[in-house]
């Protein structure tokens, strides 16, 4: 099982991203999984978890300007950031839901600043 995220960079207050989980040696579809973060000098939290597209869930902070969604002919998971403000920056991770600690890739970090 590898996850490999990418797509962060160093964004100002209110543009948007869009982060890339590609999954192998499983296949994303037959399980739940999600998209977590953590800032510095904090917990890593779940931010966003799919189970399929439609049994999808949020964290408070994050509803409604972020949208997670999967294309299974790449088996690769999605993250649409929009509205991105300063305490959105972290590091982002996918894995299963809930998560297994063997599954944890490298992540990719997300700035937001101006």
């Known amino acids: 099982v590898q996850l490999v995220e990418s797509g962060g960079g160093l964004v100002q207050p209110g543009e948007s991203l869009r982060l890339s989980c590609a999954a192998s040696?499983?296949?994303?579809?037959?399980?739940?999984v999600g998209w977590f973060r953590q800032a510095p000098g904090k917990e890593r939290e779940g931010v966003a978890r799919?189970?399929?597209?439609?049994?999808?869930s949020y964290a408070e902070s994050v509803k409604g300007r972020f949208t997670i969604s999967r294309d299974s002919a790449k088996n690769t998971l999605y993250l649409q950031m929009n509205s991105l403000q300063p305490e959105d920056t972290a590091v982002y991770y996918c894995?299963?839901?809930?998560?297994?600690?063997?599954?944890w890739g490298q992540g990719t970090q997300v700035t937001v600043s101006s």
């Open positions: 894995n299963g839901w809930p998560p297994r600690d063997a599954s």
């Open positions: 040696g499983f296949t994303l579809g037959d399980y739940a």
């Open positions: 799919m189970r399929s597209p439609g049994f999808i």
